[in-house]
DNA sequence: GTCTATAAAATGATAGAC
DNA sequence: GTCTATCATTTTATAGAC
């Protein structure tokens, strides 16, 4: 079975230019994004072994069969919630984040805005590492996986340079956003398996100094060169 | 229901001392790894969400009935693949590994057989990933996520010095371990989802750096105190 | 587009023969 | 201790009324 195929058949990707095609009146749309957001809800609560179509649409406000009216499969709902998740992403991408205006501040203001957000925030980080996982698991989904991460390091990456117009500026931007990241994944999940706050504000203390220390190198390097 | 007390239930934790309590003869020991090390692999298969009992007992070649023999329900099966691997990582800890003398040396072959070692076990990393949020949402069984990250904290930290009989030696060990852990994980994760060996590698690169970095500021640090 | 009702398959778990 | 057979639910998914 085509999974890839499967999922172009509901009526998250019904194409617009044929008419009405069955999902896409305000209500349906409307109803659709319910759905989506039921499954998130649903994902935070109670975790992947316990995320059944019935919990998700009692989550929803919306019985079983509305539910596969506009998803043909469980996995396309799922697929449909990474996409969600991404959009947000690409929306808070681009918001405007009030940050210091040297590179090396801003990069330690990041670390620290996303560790109070990490903090009050478990059930939802555990959910999305969990739907990133499932995505590395299903077959024809892998680029969901990768999108989703591109979309954090670019998130992290161009709010290192207040002006990113510079090609060597965004790349340095995106090697530190990738070095963030992983900073940031690898605490979110050891904060909560250990549990011990005043350890992990000391891995914190010591990933801001780890950051401004490679960006202070990437940019010595670049200086270099000019 | 009260899952810590189920779990005491299962032939896995029968007390060797009231005779011969079911599941503590040869044979039964056998069986009852032959079980945890067939769920592990059909974990490593197809991941959580396809992780069946059927599955699992196919995979031990075993039936049904006898994994329930050994195992009062599937969550306390999936409790003991969980300890199975805190064994297997004491096991690992004891062991020598043939590492350079000087302790930032160390750290760095350190970080590049760890890496290696995840490439080459890619379904094997996502999986205790996998099991490792399971347990974070399983109630009263996240002290197994935190006993797990402290295995690793401890095999990554005693591997620094070669002889950690110092208590503050001891005491630096853990905190670079700790940040090694953080950063594999992200590793882990990334490299997974982006499939850019090239951007890896680099990261493994700025990871070695930034540790190397770390130890010397906290060894700097204790020097001053002497 | 949303519902009630139900089908069809899968799942965790048990009874009881050997 | 391991098996065959089976139960009781649960789960995904569909049919068809409104």
Same mark, same amino acid.
């Given at each position: 079975?085509?999974?890839? @195929? ?5 009526r998250? #990707?019904?194409? @617009? /230019?044929?008419?009405r ?6 209500k349906?749309?409307e +109803?659709? &994004? ?18 059944? +179509?019935r919990r998700? @649409?009692a989550?929803?406000g919306v019985? $079983?069969a ?9 996995? #396309? &709902?799922? !697929?449909a919630?990474?996409?969600?998740l $991404?959009?947000e992403?690409? +929306?808070?991408?681009?918001q405007?984040?009030a940050? *210091?205006?040297? *590179?090396?501040d801003?990069?330690?203001? &990041?670390?620290?805005?996303?560790w ?9 980080? !555990?959910a999305?590492t969990e739907?990133t996982?499932?995505?590395? =698991? ?5 680029? $969901?996986a ?6 954090y !390091? ?5 709010l290192?340079?207040?002006d990113d #117009?510079?090609d060597?500026?965004?790349?340095? %931007?995106r090697a530190?956003? =990738?070095?963030?990241l992983?900073?940031?994944? %690898? !605490?979110?999940?050891? /904060?909560?398996?250990?549990q ?8 914190i203390?010591?990933l801001i100094?780890?950051m401004?220390?490679?960006?202070r190198r ?6 270099k060169h000019l």
């Open positions: 079975m085509n999974k890839a @195929a499967d999922a172009a058949t509901d998250s #990707s019904a194409d @617009a /230019s044929r008419g095609p069955a999902g896409a009146t305000r349906g749309v +109803t659709r &994004l319910r759905i989506i957001r039921g499954a998130r809800e649903a994902l935070e609560e109670g975790g992947m072994e316990a995320l059944t +179509t998700i @649409a989550s929803a019985k $079983l509305t539910l596969h009216y506009y998803f043909d499969s469980k996995e #396309s &709902l799922l !697929i919630v990474l996409e969600d $991404l959009a992403m690409d +929306t808070a991408y681009r405007e984040v940050l *210091p205006p040297a *590179p090396e801003r990069v330690e203001a &990041l670390i620290r805005t996303s109070r957000y990490i903090q009050r925030t478990r059930n939802k980080q !555990i999305q739907l996982l499932y995505a590395l =698991r299903t077959k024809g989904s892998e680029w $969901l990768a999108r989703q991460y591109n979309a !390091i670019d998130f992290y990456g161009h290192v340079f207040e #117009s510079d060597e500026l965004r790349r340095i %931007g530190v956003g =990738r070095q963030m992983i900073g940031i994944d %690898g !605490i979110i999940l050891q /904060s909560y398996a250990l011990d706050l005043t350890a992990s504000n000391a891995d203390e010591a100094v780890a401004r220390g490679y960006l990437l940019l010595a390097e670049r200086d």
